[in-house]
């Protein structure tokens, strides 16, 4: 898949979202498609410092157990 169709596709979800794209804005931790609780996230891991032994967190991504829609979030809900 392109990059172009990456964003003109709404049914796409991301392995991972790229530079803010594919991301949510919900506004609790429930699933705007069927009102479910989603639960804890996975975290989406980025960038890796060895000297600091710190690995950033890129994201969050939510799953829905009711629906299966998977949301990303740059924030903990």
Known sequence: ???????????????SPMDGV????LDDCRCPECG???????????KYWPDENYQEIDAYK??????GKVF???ERL
């Open 1 to 15: 898949m392109s990059y172009y169709d990456y964003l003109h596709n709404e049914d796409f979800t991301p392995d």
């Open 62 to 67: 939510y799953t829905c157990p009711e629906c």
């Open 72 to 74: 990303y979030t740059k």
């Open 36 to 46: 479910e609780e989603l639960g804890e996230p996975e975290e989406i891991y980025g």
């Open 22 to 25: 594919g991301f949510t804005d």
